[in-house]
C-alpha cells in the first residue's frame, strides 16, 4: 500500500518513519529541500500534487494558510488518485475544517480529520492519541494506517470539525494548566518556597498526568527547548478563541492564557516551547512588586 506524506516537519518526520517500520511505501513531500538520506526508507517526491496519487495521503502542516496554499491553491483534490482518502492531521480552524469537507466531498474523495495529541518524541515513538472523525467509511479505510502512530484512535463522530474542535479544546486545558502553575510559581515563590519543592507536593499529591509532570520540569529547569512552539500554540489559542465566538460563548480564560502567549511572542519568544509563557507570568510579577516587598516576603 503506498502512503503519501505532505509536512516532515518535528512531528511529520517521526510519523513517516513509523509507517515506514510499519511496511509500507511511504512518498513524502516538504516544502522546504530535504536531502535523500534525512529520511531512510521515505521516498522524497518532487511536488505534492504526486502524494495524491497514492493509496492514501497525510498532511502535517503548519496551519490554515499552508494547507490552502499547498492542497486547495494548488488544485490537488482536482487531479487525485480515485478511491484516495485523505487524512488532515494538522490542527486547523473549525470553519476551514468544514470547507475541507466540502470540497472533498465535491471532488469524490475520502476526508479525515485527524490532529493528533503529542510532542515530537510521543510522534517517534508512535504513542499519539489521534482523534479522528469522518464519515464511517473514510475513518475505515485509514484507520489500519493509524494503528503503527498511535497509543489510541478516538473515534468522535461523522462531523470532522468535532475532532478539531476537540484538539483546540485539549490545547487550550494544557495552556490553561501551564498557566496555573505559573501563578501558582508567583505565589509560592512569593514567601522563598522552592519551585522544585512545590510541584513535588503537587505531583505527589493534587495534580499528576503528562501535562503537569512534563511542563513542571521544564518551569523548574526554565528550560523552553520547543517541543510546541508559542507561536503555535498563541495560533491554537486564536483559533479556540474564534470558535468560541462563532458558537456565542465567553471563555475568560481563554482569553488570559491567549494574551500570555501574545506577550511571549512580542518579546521575541515565539520559538520557544510554550510553556515559556511560565517564565512570563513569573518575570511580569518579580519587575511588578517594589524590591523591598519581595525581601520582606522571604523572609
Known amino acids: 500500500m503506498q502512503i503519501g506524506f505532505i509536512g516532515l516537519g518535528s512531528m511529520g518526520k517521526g510519523m513517516a518513519l513509523n509507517l515506514v517500520r510499519a511496511g509500507y511505501d511511504v512518498r513524502a513531500w516538504n516544502r522546504s529541500n530535504l536531502s535523500p538520506d534525512a529520511i531512510p526508507g521515505v521516498t522524497l517526491l518532487e511536488s505534492a500534487a504526486e502524494a495524491f496519487q497514492t493509496d492514501a495521503v497525510?498532511?502535517?502542516?503548519?496551519?490554515?494558510?499552508?494547507?490552502?496554499?499547498v492542497i486547495l491553491d494548488a488544485g490537488l483534490l482536482r487531479g487525485a488518485r480515485p478511491g484516495l482518502t485523505h487524512v488532515v492531521t494538522s490542527t486547523i480552524s473549525v470553519a476551514f475544517a468544514r470547507e475541507l469537507a466540502a470540497l472533498h466531498q465535491v471532488a469524490g474523495i475520502g476526508y479525515v480529520s485527524a490532529p493528533v495529541l503529542g510532542r515530537p518524541n510521543v510522534a517517534a515513538s508512535g504513542q499519539l492519541n489521534i482523534l479522528a472523525a469522518g464519515s464511517a467509511e473514510a475513518i475505515a479505510a485509514v484507520e489500519p494506517i493509524l494503528v503503527p502512530l498511535s497509543k489510541k484512535v478516538w473515534r468522535l463522530g461523522e462531523d470532522p470539525a468535532r475532532a478539531n474542535i476537540a484538539k483546540l479544546a485539549c490545547n487550550m486545558m494544557i495552556a490553561m494548566a501551564i498557566e496555573a502553575m505559573a501563578e501558582a510559581v508567583v505565589l509560592t515563590e512569593g514567601v522563598g518556597l522552592d519551585r522544585a519543592d512545590f510541584f513535588e507536593l503537587i505531583l505527589e499529591t493534587l495534580f499528576s498526568?503528562?501535562?503537569y509532570e512534563s511542563y513542571s520540569a521544564q518551569i523548574i529547569d526554565r528550560s523552553f527547548e520547543p517541543g510546541f512552539k508559542a507561536r503555535l500554540a498563541l495560533k491554537d489559542m486564536r483559533l479556540a478563541t474564534e470558535a468560541g465566538n462563532d458558537m456565542g460563548r465567553t471563555l475568560p480564560m481563554l482569553e488570559a492564557v491567549r494574551e500570555r502567549l501574545a506577550e511571549a511572542v512580542v518579546e521575541g519568544?515565539?520559538?520557544?516551547?510554550?510553556?515559556?509563557?511560565?517564565?512570563?507570568?513569573?518575570?511580569?510579577?518579580?519587575t511588578s512588586v517594589p524590591s523591598e516587598l519581595r525581601a520582606e516576603n522571604t523572609q
Open 58 to 69: 497525510f498532511t502535517m502542516l503548519s496551519d490554515d494558510p499552508a494547507i490552502r496554499e
Open 269 to 286: 519568544l515565539g520559538e520557544k516551547d510554550w510553556s515559556v509563557m511560565a517564565e512570563i507570568a513569573v518575570r511580569k510579577e518579580e
Open 209 to 211: 498526568g503528562r501535562p
